[in-house]
């Protein structure tokens, strides 16, 4: 919190989403990352959950039909309003 500036806001790439056991990386969803920043005054202001498979995040290496079998999100977090 304290390096986002006034008005500033945290993007993340949520990102492997799905079923996955062990890591790295680690299974992710945007309801894990809501859980672990509203609790610390963050709210999700923009969240994009529906990426093309060409948006989702891979390796270089990986083919793009392997972004099926996990997806990725983009969400934007703004510091909730004290007032």
């Known amino acids: 919190?304290?390096?986002l500036a006034p008005g500033g806001e945290l993007?993340?790439?949520v990102f492997p989403i799905g079923e996955r056991?062990?890591?790295p990386p680690f299974a992710m969803?945007?309801?894990l990352v809501r859980s672990l920043l509203e609790p610390?005054?963050?709210e999700a202001a923009v969240v994009r959950d529906n990426l093309p498979h060409e948006e989702q995040h891979r390796r270089?290496?990986?083919e793009l039909s392997?972004?099926?079998t996990r997806g990725t999100a983009?969400?934007?977090w703004r510091l909730r309003s004290t007032k």
Request: avoid cysteine.
């Open 1 to 3: 919190r304290a390096l």
């Open 11 to 13: 993007l993340t790439a």
């Open 29 to 31: 969803s945007v309801p």
């Open 74 to 76: 983009l969400v934007s």
């Open 66 to 68: 392997s972004v099926r």
């Open 40 to 42: 610390v005054g963050f």
């Open 60 to 62: 270089p290496s990986d």
């Open 21 to 23: 056991d062990g890591g």
